[in-house]
T-cell receptor, first 116, second 113 residues
Framework: GAVVSQHPSWVICKSGTSVKIECRSL??????MFWYRQFPKQSLMLMAT?????????EQGVEKDKFLINHASLTLSTLTVTSAHPEDSSFYIC????????????FGPGTRLTVT | GQNIDQPTEMTATEGAIVQINCTYQ??????LFWYQQHAGEAPTFLSY????GLEEKGRFSSFLSRSKGYSYLLLKELQMKDSASYLC??????????????FGPGTRLSVLP
C-alpha cells in the first residue's frame, strides 16, 4: 500500500514553455502533499506544501507565480513550471501524507525535467 | 529555524558495519526519519524515531537522543547494494500544517568489495 505515482517520469522542454507534473496517491487519500526539488549531488529542498482544496504554502525563495501548485482532490496534486528556463532543470519529487493515520510521507518516483 | 548536518561522504567495506551520524537543531521537533536514495531515484523510507533510544529493523538500526539533537543510522553486514545516499530528515511542528520536513544534506556511502 501507500503508493504515489508521478507523471511524466522525465520531460524535455524548450525554454519559455510550461510543463505540468502530476502526483497521484494511488491507494490512500493524501491530505497533504509536498513538492521537492533536487539538484545533482544535493539533498531534497522543499518547495511547497499543499492541503487539498487550499492554496499551497511556498518555502522562502520559491516563486509562487512560477511554480503553480494545484491540489484539487485528495489523490491528485499538480506542479506547473511556467516559462521554464534551463536553470529550472532538476529532479522534482512529490510526496504525500495522510495525517489521519501515518507519520510517514510517501515519495513518488520523481520527474526529471530538462529545459533546453 | 532548522539546521541539519551530516557527513558528506563515507566509505566502507563489504560485510563491515558503518554508522552515519546526523545532528539537528529545530524548534518544534516531532520525529526524525532516515531515507535511502539511489542515484536518479526517489528516497525510500528506512526508519523513524520520535522517542530516545534505538530502533532496529533487520540490518538497519537508528538511534535518537533528543536532548543532544543527535541521531545515527547503523548499517550492518554491508552489501554492495547499500551504496547510496542516506538522508536524515526532521519533522518540525512549527512548519506548514504542523509537519514541515527538513532534509539534511545527505551522506553518500560507497561500499567497496
Amino acid at each position: 500500500g501507500a503508493v504515489v505515482s508521478q507523471h511524466p517520469s522525465w520531460v524535455i522542454c524548450k525554454s519559455g514553455t510550461s510543463v505540468k507534473i502530476e502526483c497521484r496517491s494511488l491507494d490512500f487519500q493524501a491530505t497533504t502533499m509536498f513538492w521537492y526539488r533536487q539538484f545533482p549531488k544535493q539533498s531534497l529542498m522543499l518547495m511547497a506544501t499543499s492541503n487539498e482544496g487550499s492554496k499551497a504554502t511556498y518555502e522562502q525563495g520559491v516563486e509562487k507565480d512560477k511554480f503553480l501548485i494545484n491540489h484539487a482532490s485528495l489523490t491528485l496534486s499538480t506542479l506547473t513550471v511556467t516559462s521554464a528556463h534551463p536553470e529550472d532543470s532538476s529532479f522534482y519529487i512529490c510526496s504525500a501524507s495522510d495525517l489521519g493515520s501515518s507519520y510517514e510521507q510517501y515519495f513518488g518516483p520523481g520527474t526529471r525535467l530538462t529545459v533546453t | 529555524g532548522q539546521n541539519i548536518d551530516q557527513p558528506t561522504e563515507m566509505t566502507a567495506t563489504e560485510g563491515a558495519i558503518v554508522q552515519i551520524n546526523c545532528t539537528y537543531q529545530t524548534s518544534g521537533f516531532n520525529g526524525l526519519f532516515w531515507y535511502q536514495q539511489h542515484a536518479g531515484e526517489a528516497p525510500t523510507f528506512l526508519s523513524y524515531n520520535v522517542l530516545d533510544g534505538l530502533e532496529e529493523k533487520g540490518r538497519f538500526s537508528s538511534f535518537l537522543s533528543r536532548s543532544k539533537g543527535y541521531s545515527y543510522l547503523l548499517l550492518k553486514e554491508l552489501q554492495m547494494k547499500d551504496s547510496a545516499s542516506y538522508l536524515c530528515a526532521v519533522r518540525d511542528l512549527t512548519g506548514n500544517y504542523g509537519q514541515n520536513f527538513v532534509f539534511g544534506p545527505g551522506t553518500r556511502l560507497s561500499v567497496l568489495p
